[in-house]
């Protein structure tokens, strides 16, 4: 049955402690996924070949002059680190209907995990865990993103194909589908794959790439501000990615958006003046049949949280279509508007129609994740005509 969405964060994050889902972990493998404990109080995990991780930023509702660097968390206390049912509660407190939720911090740490076959079934037991039993209370408002392995793209492509048959609505990248630290044909068969399915493509923030995005025309990476998201998307449109699979579309989550409007038009403008012949072609990437930014605009998403001017700047010059960007709260991290998202709405998106508004707080999150949405009954909140 349709749900009628009002608001949904396209960027939350699922903190828990890794007990609550290792149990899906292969037993010949689930000795070496991550594990938790105390110290004094406070909780700290330990995963394989990595640094012990204690959070100190878990503490949403906290305000700001209470923050502190030198407070760590007991995890299991704060919120959005219970069982799915609080979820639920901590959405319907900020007003909410649904999360695209991404995994928690410390799940990086278990790209460091050197063993294949441990690694491989780590990921597997969180996708299933995600799928089966955390997002299967309410799959319409807890939106779980599948791990993607980070181990060559034969391993990229089993977990793609897992989360889809799994009925996630998305996966999230933690590095190019190679695992490599730039783009490569190799990359290919996974983009071929993603084009196909109904599974939205996401990275949170950019990718990792080597020498700090030096592969790329140097003179092309000058306008980029949120750098490694930039440099992703200017990657897959300057390497063709886009047009060799134009049914691709990406969603970069917490990136903001001011910044997309200067990136857009200087891009443009480097490209005319030829530094694509002196660098791509020496590189041996073809020549674009249509402007960098015509792609860029075409197939990536963004998501704002407090970011007024960004939208100020998008409208007002165009660079990129309000129906490419979407509201997200952050929760349970520290920037989150929760418990107070609709204040925060309210002052964002503060002289917008509600038109514009219902398209980057739901229409957008509903077309770009393929969620089962009814018609907004009021008429002023009609989906635009973009």
Request: negative net charge; proline residues 6%.
């Amino acid at each position: 049955m349709a749900r009628n969405y009002r608001y949904i964060s396209v960027d939350g994050h699922l903190e828990i402690l890794p007990e609550q889902w290792t149990d899906w972990v292969d037993p010949k493998h689930r000795g070496r996924a991550p594990h938790s404990f105390e110290i004094n109080g406070k909780s700290a995990i330990l995963v394989e070949n990595g640094p012990l991780y204690m959070r100190n930023d878990h503490n949403a509702g906290t305000p700001p002059e209470a923050w502190s660097l030198d407070d760590q968390v007991n995890i299991g206390e704060m919120p959005g680190a219970g069982p799915p049912e609080q979820r639920l509660l901590e959405q319907d407190k900020d007003g909410i209907d649904a999360e695209v939720l991404f995994p928690g911090s410390s799940m990086r740490l278990v790209n460091n995990i050197p063993d294949d076959d441990a690694y491989l079934a780590i990921i597997y037991g969180y996708n299933e865990f995600l799928a089966k039993q955390y997002c299967a209370v309410d799959p319409d408002r807890l939106i779980g993103l599948g791990l993607i392995a980070r181990r060559g793209v034969d391993n990229a492509l089993a977990e793609l194909e897992h989360s889809a048959k799994l009925g996630l609505k998305g996966v999230v990248l933690s590095a190019y589908p190679s695992g490599k630290d730039r783009l490569s044909a190799d990359d290919d068969r996974f983009w071929d794959a993603a084009a196909d399915m109904d599974i939205t493509v996401t990275v949170h923030g950019g990718l990792p790439t080597g020498r700090g995005g030096e592969y790329l025309p140097s003179r092309l990476t000058i306008p980029i501000g949120r750098r490694s998201v930039a440099v992703t998307a200017l990657a897959l449109a300057i390497e063709g990615v886009f047009d060799r699979f134009p049914k691709l579309k990406i969603f970069f989550g917490e990136t903001d958006i001011g910044w997309l409007p200067f990136f857009m038009d200087q891009v443009d403008i480097f490209y005319r003046k030829g530094y694509h012949f002196q660098y791509l072609k020496h590189m041996g990437i073809k020549e674009l049949d249509r402007l960098p930014t015509d792609i860029i605009r075409e197939h990536t998403y963004y998501g704002f949280m407090e970011d007024r001017l960004g939208l100020e700047m998008l409208k007002q010059y165009g660079h990129m279509g309000l129906d490419h960007v979407m509201w997200e709260s952050d929760f349970p991290h520290k920037p989150t508007s929760w418990p107070h998202s609709m204040d925060q709405i309210q002052r964002v998106f503060a002289g917008f129609s509600e038109a514009e508004k219902y398209d980057m707080v739901v229409g957008n999150a509903v077309k770009l994740f393929r969620l089962d949405a009814a018609e907004p009954s009021d008429k002023e909140a009609q989906p635009s005509a973009s």
